[in-house]
């Protein structure tokens, strides 16, 4: 903490010095709660507005609204019994679709008998050309004027189409989840009403499903019949080809044909298995002549041949290995040799004869297999002249009983659409009858009237919460932090209209209070942005007129010289200054007399006793026409010289480039911002053309701050205002 003791004697108080703040960083971590009731409480007048004129506007519909009475009615629909015994063997009948007839209900021509039978045309309540038209009806009516070509309309409506939709937005038809009850309810303002439409409508269902079954029935019985004398002819048809046939070809006896087939059958086993003799003997002899010694195994030989063939075989490995073990000059051997001649030339005169008994026996069967083939053939010729007469005889048999099955289901189907007919096309069992209602339907008009007052309370805070989403305005630094540049230099709290009149009494008071701590804290800023010393020149501005710019430049002027430091506060605003009736000096010579020539700047230098400042008023504006801004550099330069801190309280830089020249020549420039006023978009374009003019940081002081309201808001810098 510093103290500055002030080097002139017209500031008769001191200045405690106080570093800024450091602002409240919450951590990323952290969800704010509290966010909600903070936007509530901001906008509460706005919230209590919209939700007291949506609820009065609600009171006359509310207070309109006639009680409605509900009845209902709860049955069962169910196939009759009877048909659903009379079910054919092994079959079964299709169960009732309760949901069609549930649609039934729901029918055109139901709904049109019953509004004919109840006389719904006399009632207000659903007949709209019996009520009066409502000012909405009345404003749509204006609207289909205004946009109408002038011509009738060529389609005039029944007036049973105007009541059918009021009919159907009254009657509710329904099904318990997971049974077959079936619900009949009707809302009205007439509670007999309301209990006389379910059990018509039973009534009207009944009738008309009775009516129905009955025309469905005749037409199927009608068909039947048609169908039944086509089916009859058919019959007499086949019948009469049956007897035609017979007389054409004779009587055809079935025994006859069955021997001949049995005869037939027997020659072709005989002559299969002299076929099978031959195939048996061919192989014999055709294996023997080759001396094949794997075809002879298949064969059956005789006893005879098989033991010289075995001794054959035996003498043969007895002579391998005879040779092996003497050689082939050996008694033994010789003799051996002489034993396997023996028995090859016995073998072979076996053969001889075995193979003349069966080329003798494939002779004979040679002679049977021709004398059995002429026989079957001789049989089968004989079946097949009988066997096409009685195949046709069978066919057309057949044919007959097809179709005389087909006539009698034709009759039977027949005697069961006569049954039927005699039966009710579905039982109904009434549950619960629709009863007169004792109480009307609902909630009372106080339970709407609270239901519309929290509806009107969502839309009001859904319509603050859109004004807080739609709101650009700039309240905080934390704002601004994405634009290059811009340096924060504090925060000032409103002032009311009179302390701003008399600003040093209010620097004067108690060490200034929270207004002149914000204005130091500024102060300290504006020193930190110059490398720690006080600048010589300073441009105070602002994106448009109104943010309080000239309040702000004389706070720093007044905090200034109470610092010890000499103040030259320049209206540079040259059209619409008014920097002399604040300080109420009543001169009229200033800076635009300065900068056209008319005056030196000795003349214009003023000096204002009560705050010590030097000040140099507006001047005529009529002649600010072509002035000569570059002899603001003298001001400049004499200020220095004479060790005096030079403000400019500018025109707003979107609006003026005068205040675009001075921000060149001075030190720093420190753009004021009107809390909840400014729009962060004019305070981007004012910084981007100050950056365009000199590329240094631009303070952002943001003005007029009401700290109750700032308090409420979230940003980082709410704590320390609060």
């Not at 020659?267 to 001396?291: C, F, K, N, P, Y």
């Amino acid at each position: 903490m510093t103290v500055l003791i002030p080097t002139t004697g017209s500031v008769p108080h001191s200045l405690i010095r106080h570093e800024p703040p450091m602002p409240f960083e919450p951590r990323p971590e952290d969800f704010d709660l509290t966010a909600v009731f903070r936007l509530i409480r901001r906008r509460i007048a706005m919230i209590a507005v919209i939700s007291a004129l949506l609820t009065l506007a609600s009171v006359p519909m509310i207070s309109g609204l006639k009680p409605v009475y509900h009845a209902e009615s709860r049955l069962m629909i169910h196939s009759p019994l009877a048909s659903t015994l009379d079910t054919p063997e092994g079959g079964q009948r299709d169960p009732l679709n309760v949901t069609s007839e549930t649609e039934r209900l729901l029918s055109r021509a139901a709904a049109e008998r019953l509004i004919r039978d109840l006389h719904f045309a006399d009632l207000p309540e659903f007949n709209p050309a019996l009520r009066k038209a409502s000012l909405i009806g009345r404003a749509r009516g204006m609207l289909r004027g205004l946009v109408s070509d002038g011509k009738p309309d060529t389609m005039v409506r029944d007036g049973i189409e105007q009541i059918i939709p009021g009919y159907y937005n009254a009657l509710t038809v329904g099904r318990d989840a997971g049974s077959d009850v079936v619900q009949i309810g009707f809302n009205s303002q007439d509670p007999e009403l309301a209990a006389a439409v379910p059990n018509a409508l039973l009534g009207i269902y009944l009738d008309q499903r009775k009516a129905s079954a009955q025309g469905h029935l005749a037409s199927a019985e009608e068909w039947l019949r048609q169908r039944i004398a086509e089916q009859q002819g058919r019959v007499d048809a086949a019948s009469d080809a049956v007897a035609g046939y017979r007389k054409a070809v004779g009587a055809v006896s079935n025994d006859v044909q069955a021997e001949q087939i049995k005869s037939a059958a027997e020659l072709a086993d005989r002559l299969a298995e002299i076929q099978q003799g031959q195939t048996e003997v061919t192989a014999a002899i055709s294996a023997l002549e080759t001396e094949n010694d794997a075809a002879i195994q298949k064969i059956v030989v005789p006893d005879s041949i098989g033991v010289l063939q075995r001794t054959l075989r035996t003498q043969h490995k007895e002579l391998d290995r005879l040779l092996q073990t003497y050689g082939d000059n050996a008694d033994e051997v010789v003799s051996l040799r002489a034993d396997i001649f023996k028995s090859k030339t016995g073998l072979d005169l076996e053969v001889d004869r075995y193979l003349q008994v069966q080329r003798a026996k494939l002779m004979v069967l040679d002679r049977q297999e021709r004398s059995v083939q002429s026989a079957l053939a001789t049989a089968r010729d004989q079946l097949s002249r009988s066997a096409p007469a009685q195949a046709e005889l069978t066919r057309l048999l057949r044919v007959v009983d097809n179709e005389q099955t087909t006539l009698d289901k034709l009759e039977e189907q027949n005697r069961g659409l006569v049954a039927q007919a005699a039966l009710p096309a579905v039982e109904v069992e009434v549950l619960s009858p629709a009863a007169i209602p004792l109480q009307p339907q609902g909630r009372g008009r106080l339970f709407y009237l609270i239901g519309a007052a929290m509806a009107s309370l969502s839309v009001a805070m859904t319509a603050a919460f859109v004004r807080e989403m739609m709101d650009r305005s700039v309240r905080s630094h934390e704002q601004l932090e994405g634009a290059a540049d811009i340096v924060p230099a504090g925060l000032l709290p409103a002032l009311s209209e009179r302390a701003g009149k008399n600003l040093p009494m209010v620097f004067g008071h108690s060490g200034g209070g929270v207004f002149a701590e914000a204005v130091r804290a500024t102060a300290m800023a504006l020193k930190q942005a110059n490398a720690g010393k006080v600048p010589y020149s300073v441009v105070v501005t602002s994106a448009h007129s109104g943010e309080g710019k000239t309040l702000v430049a004389r706070s720093l002027a007044i905090e200034l010289v109470a610092a010890g430091h000499r103040v030259l506060l320049v209206d540079g605003d040259l059209r619409c200054g008014d920097l002399g009736s604040l300080f109420k000096s009543g001169v009229k010579v200033g800076l635009n007399e300065f900068l056209t020539g008319q005056a030196e700047l000795a003349e214009i230098v003023h000096h204002h006793a009560n705050s010590g400042i030097d000040f140099i008023p507006r001047g005529d504006p009529s002649l600010h026409q072509r002035p000569h801004l570059a002899d603001i550099s003298e001001i400049v330069k004499l200020a220095r010289a004479n060790g005096q801190i030079v403000i400019f309280d500018s025109a707003p830089i979107l609006t003026s480039t005068d205040t675009a020249q001075l921000a060149g020549m001075a030190d720093l420039t420190l753009l004021v911002v009107r809390w909840a006023k400014t729009s962060q978009r004019a305070v981007e374009g004012a910084a981007q053309r100050l950056r365009s003019i000199k590329r240094s940081e631009i303070l952002v002081a943001i003005n007029n701050v009401d700290l109750r309201k700032h308090a409420l808001y979230g940003f980082r810098d709410s704590g320390i205002s609060s």
